[in-house]
């Protein structure tokens, strides 16, 4: 289970954080007012979901006689196998990290683009007299104007790594599945059974290690880049 959660937090962090970044990125870079509000407003709705309805419209998609597969069968033809996707033990992580990335990055890439406002246009400006492309602009002026923000969020980030989302990890196991995380086993070992010693000792476990890395990252950061929390 600490394998499994330390695989899919790392997963979840690699694949997430980034892409926080490119969306702020990526928003920052319409120039038309209602369809760059209308993009952000779409990307943001899922945050408000619960976890318990992200799986349930997962679950829609994904059956047997889901939208994916109802796809499939019209693309491909009515002789078309249909998969039982969630039933497949390889899908289980990619469908974790994608439910996650669909729900939250929107919401995550908020903080991005806040920083990117701050950045002085002038910048920009002085930019484009010199003959720089947009490319050019997001790599030298923007990123690294919005540096700070990215380590200090990274920072915090560190200090999930020994932690997942327990809704969604539970939510979506089902009899084909195996895979327990941490918080899994504390729930169905610690609170089910009634060993609540054991449940407070491994989350008084998580805590510490989570404060280990948060501190760590931050005396790497101070080091490396002198941006750092305290």
């Not at 600490?2 to 790392?10: G, Y």
């Not at 407003?41 to 309805?53: A, C, E, G, N």
């Not at 019209?74 to 196998?81: A, K, R, S």
């Not at 941490?182 to 407070?200: E, L």
Request: with cysteine; aromatic share 14%; glycine share 6%.
């Amino acid at each position: 289970s600490v394998v499994n959660t330390l695989l899919l937090s790392t997963l979840t962090l690699l694949f997430s954080f980034p892409a926080a970044i490119i969306l702020a990125l990526l928003f920052n870079e319409l120039r038309i007012g209602v369809f760059k509000k209308t993009v952000q407003t779409i990307s943001y709705l899922p945050y408000f979901l619960s976890w318990i309805s992200v799986i349930g419209i997962a679950g829609s998609f994904l059956a047997i006689y889901g939208t994916i597969n109802d796809l499939r069968v019209w693309l491909l033809g009515p002789d078309t196998e249909r998969i039982m996707f969630l039933s497949k033990q390889e899908l289980f992580v990619p469908l974790l990290i994608l439910l996650t990335l669909w729900k939250e990055v929107g919401w995550n890439s908020i903080i991005y683009l806040a920083a990117i406002s701050s950045i002085d246009v002038q910048l920009y400006e002085a930019a484009k007299m010199d003959g720089a492309s947009r490319l050019q602009q997001t790599w030298h002026i923007t990123l690294p104007c919005i540096k700070p923000t990215i380590i200090i969020l990274l920072i915090f980030s560190m200090g999930s790594l020994f932690n997942n989302n327990f809704e969604l990890v539970y939510g979506m196991q089902n009899p084909f599945i195996k895979f327990d995380v941490i918080s899994t086993i504390v729930y169905s070992r610690g609170i089910k059974q009634a060993n609540y010693s054991m449940a407070a000792a491994i989350g008084f476990m998580q805590g510490l290690i989570s404060f280990l890395l948060v501190y760590v990252s931050n005396k790497i950061a101070k080091a490396v880049s002198e941006v750092y929390i305290w």
